[in-house]
């Protein structure tokens, strides 16, 4: 059973180019979180998805910041025009139930020039 | 609102000594716990949760943690530290059947094992 995967793993933008990372949870999983950890911080969490729906997005900045998990295919964090300020690391993890552990996948490292 | 404090920024333990690296929360109701292990550039592996039972929990690699809900801890420890414990360590928190509340990590404790 493979874990928690994200792509890609590191990612250059420009000022103002879209950012779009990718995540497929672990099988059978069907809630997601989304996490931004900056250097020598902790995780902050930014969303939680079940399948087609939006659970909770309370962390997630309310402009240029979305977040789905279509019924096919990987969960998407979208940050729109990209500034210096989003780099950092993003972390996705799954769990088959809400009371449950997450399981983490390796981080997809954004960094905006 | 749920909270956690990892009060060490880093604990330095000599190899074959027992480690400890603190954790106290703050939740209303009862407390879900976890720690969780990050190596550089990896993601967080899950190592040990408290949901209910035993306050002793055991979980992966030799470690334990004790949840004491007088004090509101949740101390993860290991009898003998070995060179390849060092990393980052976090403990989260979430509060127990409080609907869709998210987890809530604390900032994170390095820990060093020097040989």
């Known amino acids: 059973n493979a874990g928690v995967m994200q792509n890609p793993r590191h990612l250059v933008r420009r000022r103002g180019q879209e950012a779009r990372l990718r995540c497929s949870p672990m099988k059978g999983h069907s809630h997601v979180y989304w996490y931004r950890q900056l250097p020598e911080e902790g995780l902050k969490f930014m969303v939680y998805l079940q399948k087609e729906n939006i659970i909770d997005e309370s962390g997630m900045p309310k402009e240029r910041f979305s977040a789905e998990f279509p019924k096919e295919g990987p969960s998407i964090l979208r940050i729109q025009q990209v500034v210096r300020g989003d780099s950092a690391a993003y972390f996705c993890?799954?769990?088959?139930?809400?009371?449950?552990?997450?399981?983490f996948g390796p981080g997809t490292r954004l960094t905006v020039l | 609102a749920q909270s956690v404090a990892q009060p060490e920024d880093q604990v330095n333990v000599a190899e074959g000594n027992p480690l400890t690296v603190k954790c106290t929360y703050s939740?209303?109701?009862?407390?879900?716990l976890f720690w969780y292990v990050q190596y550089p550039n990896r993601g967080l592996q899950f190592l040990l949760k408290?949901?209910?039972?035993?306050?002793l929990v055991k979980g992966s690699y030799g470690f334990e943690a004790e949840f004491n809900k007088s004090q509101t801890s949740f101390h993860l420890k290991k009898p003998s530290a070995l060179v390849s414990d060092s990393a980052l360590y976090f403990c989260?928190?979430?509060?127990?059947?409080?609907?869709?509340?998210?987890?809530?990590f604390g900032k994170g404790t390095r820990l060093s094992v020097i040989a």
């Open positions: 408290y949901i209910t039972g035993d306050n």
């Open positions: 993890a799954s769990s088959p139930f809400r009371e449950d552990e997450q399981f």
């Open positions: 939740v209303s109701g009862n407390p879900y």
């Open positions: 989260a928190v979430r509060a127990a059947h409080s609907g869709n509340t998210p987890l809530v």
